[in-house]
């Protein structure tokens, strides 16, 4: 990063120097958590001075001091997420955030004793960064981030993306850009503090090796400034999001994110059932479609008509109560919204809920409270690791089974083992499937035309291709089914979310003749001879041709 | 005189034989006092005793405190139904003069389908109170003993009644000392015989088709003066089982049971009764029964016979036992199958479920009752061979085969040949009897992959390995593997394999070198392995892909159909495009067809473990967003620091060594970019992509991974010599080989190793050459698994791994504790070749499942990532 200031022989450039704290003439050494910064100047003038601070990041250090609790056994470092091969050496990261604080701490706070009067006053300011990772994350990165952000603090702003590797120009650009920032007038207190905030915002990256207190002093720093911000809540959002990251790194566990690596995939690309957002911004993972590409709803204070989540709830609710189910499964329950509308109703008296997804289950019990309700609230629910490909004995024996937004997270191939693991070997009395209609995308304008309600949907079904599917389920394993539209219905495409109703045919008992014995309590028995002692009955079975 | 002392007194108390079944529950009757421990302590084991006041001392302190009574039953009765469950004898030492204590009891002992068998000591009350009061650590109030009396008296008639099997009372203190304990083996329990065994499916009264059989599978048959076959011998002394269902239906049942009673009689058969049996025989005693489903047929012809005849058949049907135990418990057969907590175990429903096997309760279509498919859950190592309900044709399904191919429906007579696992059948010479239903159903759970469950992979386990014992998987990583597999894996049908991961050679000290080929050469020197072969390590990402010689031959094994699939270490589909999956796998295929593999081999279809290239193909979005990000980051910001320095120090600034070490620095994210970059190129279908196989794994009923890598390399070659097409998909490994006792060989393949990674290559895979080696321990006993493979990774390939300016921290990353990984590169090397070996053997889905998913656990161990 360099500074670079203007100036003339009465008001000499050079005056850097004492804001900074920094001796034009010299070339210090500092040491900082990650590494060494180095300040020299590559100009001193009158006319022209420019500070450079080079921070050199040890990546060994930063991977080795990373792996904290997640020690793995026999000292090798066990952080699968911490990279050796990693930007933060080049990069204008948070890591040159923290290091601005160590380097420049009494510029920071304006203090200048030699020279009182210089703090106070705005000077012409332009600021380079050669490479500065601005993650879209979903908000729409690089140069336009960076003019979101210092515009409005009254820079001007030249963002130049670089491409990540010319030798492969159709992967487009990489996440970082060059950055200047020119200001005619502006204190450098105010600029310091400024890039101290906005460089970790724009980072936006996972930062497993920025201590929880560096990143409070963080947004300490904006005092006085971030709160006339027009995008403070973006810089609140994604400050919150790289907490979250934090708590993940060193709370979760890491099996996925090694099973991930292992294959050379994106964590997220694996550990992708519970969304990363925090809990407080409202993730509502099945609303994908209604709120596109991160845009918020303009005004959420107002009442809002229910979400097509919570309608899909409620139908799911109308259909149990059909059925009159009292123990539910709840089969792929992800973060238990279902299971917490279902233990309102005190008629539901056994709840299952099963998910892969061990992250999914954390999270559903905490929303839940599941270990503060009280002793009979909380023995009305289970929840339970379980995979749908597989049989489960734990799924026998339910009223109902509920299917909510599940099959389209599952391969066509690998549809009929859940298929049979639920309907025929789990074989509730009921069963509620609900799946996207395909035919409503077009209805989300939010939605690229042909793609997707979610990055995880294996496929989406029209409405035609989902009755198939019932029908042929329903004949296969002795259920009758009946189909309804879920959420608002469109002439021509139908309703977002299809639901089918399952029941299972009510077969009599088998017709007695063919009927093997079932009672095994009631004496007479059977042995295959006759005890020594004799008086013991050898009774044949009643009984006879079972084919 | 001593000896007739002696005598009379032995003739007194002659010693009183109390049979007790080896698996059963053993109930001791008697009042405090008289002398059930004692009784206990000297006919059984300590640990086969349960008693109350152990109980009651374990719940309360106080071995006396009758307060304590109801936990301690309930304790005591928990741990019976442990015992039981286990299959142990089990005694209960307790009074139990009181209806309700027994009735528990019988109600667990029927719970585990053991025998409860009854051993009173009907001591007189004035002996008992004796013998209380002269212990000092019980006082009993004097009412206790008469009531306790009482109730016994009351009880002892009605004993058989209560559900007892076996009753032995024993009166007075004489008969208590004299009696002795004889264990007895269950009715059904054969394990001594160990066969040959050939097991006959249902006959129904097809005695022609039968003659056929028994003469095929090498019988000759003994006929009588009329010419009707009465016995049938194999020269070899196998031994033929018969899983019932000899009757009904067919046209000549009297000569089927002729035979078969006749084999049976002479030593030659074992028979189980079918349900077809007992109804028959239910009726011939004058029992009401429904005459259909064939009966009829039987009890007219039956009636063209001898009343003598009749009675030989009434005393066969009545003497059989529902199921047996064989081949030390290794095979098992029941008439309808039997799930394994009924093997071996005695009860009225363990005779139904062999007879008839369990429904749901419900009916199908036809009305007839639908099957509980028993099958499917069925995880034993005993082979169960049953019948009763007709397939097509008779296959395994997790190690139980059904045997009734119906032939009396005009299909056929099938018999198995133990322990060779061979089917032999005949055709029906014609329809005999009209079936109710089309003989189009599956055995349950034959299809759709149905017969895997939870239970299989969840929760902590412990894989059983042939080559490295006990394999241990965590529960977390269990789940985590859970999560993969269902959400991300291919069919676990076709997923019968999952890369091991390799460790890499130990940590060099040479200059500038992280690894290096001396360090592996000399690990294997150390272990005792002379012949090594070092193969070319490819710039990939790895692929185990299963070829089908044709479209129909993976149904026929994997029960999937299409060309094969391709998958990653993690077992996801390697190729999102079907298309461009079944273009390689063709390429594979034709080049297998052509290089005479398949018929060479045996197989309609090979495992393999190849490199896919380029590592782009799969890995572009990693490439992007971690390497070339790196890359673009170090580009854009080194050059500027380089300019701001030399700026600086054409002020005069002293930065030569601030200035040199940032020159490195861009000079290292300069060849870190090359190293990626070498990895990268575009593919456009076929074009571009690069197959390098270098093992193959399995081909039909045999593990080839064991087989030394020089024949692998000589198929493999042949294999890339047959690829056709203008531009070859299959690429050969390059390889040299080791002598690690030469000094010549060895540096030779350093120099190999060098020239390669010299040119940008990613290094090398050092392996024992005769693949599957153990170290050797004194006297030559055989030790633990050399590791199969080593890597030794290339100097630039490792700023890929290690970061751009890695060898600027050499010091610092030698650092590397190996010990973790070279255990888990071990143990998963182990359950891959186990997961192949159960895949050879013909083992059930789930066996081979379970040591793949192991894999995929242990794959999430931590361990640095790095190595």
């Known amino acids: ?547 | 005189m001593t000896d007739a002392t002696v005598d009379a007194t032995t003739e007194s108390t002659a010693p009183r034989l109390l049979p007790v079944t080896d698996v059963s529950l053993v109930v001791l009757i008697g009042t405090s006092g008289a002398g059930k421990s004692t009784f206990a302590r000297r006919h059984f084991l300590p640990t086969q005793v349960v008693s109350s006041d152990f109980c009651r001392g374990l719940v309360a302190d106080d071995e006396n405190d009758q307060s304590a009574s109801a936990e301690a039953f309930d304790l005591l009765h928990y741990i019976v139904g442990k015992r039981l469950a286990a299959g142990r004898l089990t005694v209960v030492d307790a009074t139990n003069v009181q209806p309700e204590a027994r009735r528990q009891l019988v109600r667990i002992a029927r719970e585990h389908d053991v025998l409860p068998i009854a051993i009173v000591l009907d001591v007189p009350p004035g002996v008992c109170a004796e013998r209380n009061r002269s212990r000092p650590d019980r006082q009993l109030p004097a009412h206790v003993i008469p009531r306790q009396n009482r109730e016994l008296r009351r009880s002892l008639r009605g004993l058989e009644r209560e559900g007892f099997r076996k009753v032995h009372i024993l009166r007075g203190e004489a008969e208590v000392a004299a009696a002795e304990v004889v264990p007895e083996k269950r009715y059904n329990d054969l394990r001594h015989l160990t066969g040959p065994f050939d097991v006959v499916g249902d006959i129904h009264g097809c005695r022609s088709e039968l003659e056929t059989l028994l003469t095929r599978l090498g019988y000759s048959l003994t006929r009588d003066a009329e010419g009707r076959p009465v016995d049938a011998a194999h020269p070899a002394g196998r031994t033929a089982v018969f899983v019932g269902d000899l009757v009904d239906r067919g046209p000549d049942t009297p000569g089927v049971l002729r035979l078969v009673m006749g084999m049976v009689a002479a030593g030659h058969a074992i028979c189980v009764p079918g349900n077809h049996e007992n109804k028959l025989g239910r009726a011939m005693d004058g029992k009401k029964v429904t005459v259909s489903h064939g009966l009829k047929e039987s009890l007219d012809q039956l009636a063209g016979e001898s009343e003598e005849f009749r009675a030989e058949v009434r005393e066969f049907m009545r003497g059989l036992v529902s199921h047996y135990l064989l081949d030390g418990g290794a095979l098992v057969v029941s008439h309808a199958g039997l799930p394994e907590k009924y093997h071996g175990r005695n009860s009225g429903r363990v005779r139904s479920h062999a007879l008839y096997g369990e429904t749901t309760g419900e009916t199908d279509e036809y009305g007839l009752p639908v099957r509980y498919p028993w099958a499917e859950e069925y995880r034993g190592r005993a082979l169960v061979v049953y019948g009763h309900t007709p397939v097509p044709t008779a296959g395994f399904v997790n190690n139980t085969l059904c045997l009734d191919t119906g032939c009396v429906f005009g299909g056929s007579l099938t018999a198995l040949r133990y322990p060779e696992r061979e089917l032999v059948s005949v055709e029906a010479e014609r329809e005999w009897y009209a079936p109710v239903r089309p003989l189009i159903t599956d055995a349950p759970g034959a299809r759709e992959g149905r017969p895997l469950d939870l239970a299989d992979v969840a929760g902590r386990r412990i894989v059983e390995t042939r080559l490295h014992g006990r394999v241990a998987v965590r529960e977390e990583n269990a789940a985590a593997a859970l999560e993969v597999m269902s959400r991300f894996a291919l069919d676990p049908r076709l997923l019968a394999y999952l890369p091991p991961t390799m460790a890499p050679s130990a940590t060099s000290r040479r200059d500038g070198y992280l690894e290096h080929p001396e360090e592996a050469f000399l690990a294997y020197r150390a272990d005792g392995v002379r012949h090594l072969v070092c193969e070319e390590k490819h710039m990939g990402s790895r692929a185990v892909l299963l070829v089908a010689r044709d479209g129909a031959a993976l149904e026929r094994r994997f029960g999937v159909a299409g060309p094969g699939a391709i998958w990653t270490r993690t077992g996801r589909a390697f190729l999102d495009d079907d298309g461009l999956t079944a273009a390689v796998l063709g390429r594979v295929r034709s080049a297998a067809e052509r290089a005479g593999l398949f018929e060479e081999l045996g197989t309609d279809w090979l495992l393999l473990d190849a490199e896919l290239m380029p590592w782009s193909l799969k890995a572009v979005e990693l490439l992007r967003r971690q390497y070339a990000a790196v890359g673009a980051a170090a580009g854009a910001a080194l050059p500027e620091v380089l300019s701001a320095l030399e700026r600086a120090a054409g002020r005069g600034l002293d930065l030569a060594d601030l200035t040199a070490r940032q020159r490195q620095r861009s000079a290292d994210a300069g060849a870190f970019t090359e190293a990626y970059r070498r990895y990268c190129w575009p593919t456009e279908g076929l074009s571009g992509i690069r197959l390098a196989p270098f093992q193959l794994l399995a081909a039909e009923g045999a593990n080839l991974a064991v087989r030394p890598h020089d024949e692998h390399l000589a198929w493999i070659d042949r294999l890339v010599a047959a690829d056709d097409g203008e531009e070859p998909v299959l690429h050969r490994t390059g390889r040299v080989l080791v002598d690690t006792e030469d000094e010549a060989s060895t540096a030779a393949a350093t120099a190999w190793w060098e020239e390669l990674t010299g040119a940008g290559g990613e290094g090398m895979v050092v392996k024992p050459l005769a693949s599957l080696v153990r170290t050797t321990r004194g006297e030559g006993r055989p030790g633990g698994l050399v590791q199969p493979g080593m890597k030794v990774r290339g100097r630039e390939y490792l700023r890929i791994i290690y970061g751009p300016d890695y060898t600027e921290h050499l010091d610092r990353l030698r650092q590397r504790s190996l010990g973790h990984k070279r255990s888990l590169a071990l143990r998963e090397y182990a359950l891959g070749l186990e997961a192949l070996d159960r895949l050879a053997a013909g083992e059930p889905l789930w066996r081979v499942h379970e040591p793949v998913f192991a894999v995929l656990a242990l794959e999430s161990e931590p361990v640095d990532p790095r190595l």
């Open chain 1, 1 to 547: 990063m360099s500074i670079s200031t203007t100036g003339s022989a009465e008001d000499p450039a050079t005056d850097l120097g004492f804001l900074l704290h920094k001796h034009p003439g010299k070339v210090q050494r500092f040491t900082t958590s990650h590494g060494e910064a180095h300040v020299f100047y590559p100009e001193a003038g009158d006319e022209v001075c420019t500070a450079a601070l080079l921070l050199d990041i040890d990546p060994v250090a930063l991977v080795r001091k990373g792996r904290g609790d997640g020690r793995g056994r026999g000292g090798s470092p066990d952080f699968a997420l911490a990279q050796y091969v990693n930007d933060r050496p080049y990069a204008a990261s948070s890591l040159l955030a923290v290091a601005l604080r160590t380097v420049f701490r009494s510029a920071m706070k304006g203090a200048c004793p030699a020279r009182p009067e210089l703090p106070g006053r705005a000077r012409p300011l332009r600021i380079e960064l050669p490479a500065v990772p601005a993650n879209g994350a979903g908000e729409g990165g690089g140069p336009a981030m960076v003019a979101r952000l210092f515009e409005p603090l009254g820079w001007r702003v030249e963002a130049v993306a670089i491409p990540l590797d010319e030798s492969f120009p159709e992967w487009g650009d990489s996440r970082y850009v060059r950055i200047a920032l020119v200001s005619e007038a502006v204190r450098l207190a105010d600029a310091l503090q400024q890039l101290y905030v906005l460089l970790p915002v724009l980072d936006g990256a996972k930062h497993y090796w920025v201590a929880p207190d560096e990143v409070d002093k963080l947004l300490a720093a904006g005092e006085g400034w971030l709160a006339a911000h027009p995008e403070r809540a973006l810089i609140t959002r994604r400050y919150l999001a790289r907490r979250w990251s934090l708590t993940r790194a060193a709370m979760e566990r890491l099996e996925l994110a090694r099973l991930a690596e292992a294959d050379d995939r994106e964590v997220e690309e694996v550990d992708n059932a519970v969304d990363d957002r925090p809990e407080e911004e409202g993730a509502r993972p099945e609303e994908e479609g209604t709120q596109g590409s991160g845009e918020r709803p303009a005004e959420p204070e107002r009442p809002r008509p229910p979400s097509l989540a919570e309608q899909r709830r409620a139908a799911i609710l109308d259909a149990l109560r059909e059925t009159g189910a009292a123990r539910v499964a709840d089969l792929g329950c992800g973060q238990g919204e279902l299971i917490g509308e279902l233990l309102k109703d005190a008629r539901f008296t056994g709840i299952l809920g099963v998910d892969v997804s061990v992250r999914a289950l954390q999270a559903a019990s905490r929303k839940l409270r599941l270990d503060r309700l009280p002793e009979r609230q909380a023995a009305r629910v289970t929840l339970a690791q379980g995979a749908l490909t597989y049989t489960d004995a734990r799924l026998k024996g339910f009223d109902a089974a509920v299917l909510c937004e599940v099959i389209e997270h599952l391969d066509l191939p690998r549809l009929p083992a859940l298929e049979y693991a639920v309907f025929g070997a789990a074989r509730p009395r009921a069963v509620v499937v609900t799946t996207p209609n395909a035919e409503y995308n077009v209805r989300w304008e939010s939605l690229p035309a042909g793609t997707v309600r979610h990055a995880d949907h294996r496929f989406e079904w029209s409405r035609a291709e989902f009755g198939a599917w019932a029908e042929k389920v329903a004949a296969a394993y002795g259920y009758t089914v009946v189909l309804r539209p879920v959420g608002p219905q469109d002439e021509e495409v139908g309703a977002p979310t299809q639901l089918a109703l399952f029941t299972a045919t009510v077969d009599g008992p088998a017709t007695a003749v063919d009927a093997p014995p079932t009672a095994v309590d009631a004496p007479p028995i059977t042995v295959d001879a006759p005890a020594t002692t004799g008086a013991a009955t050898t009774t044949t079975p009643e009984g006879g041709e079972p084919r």
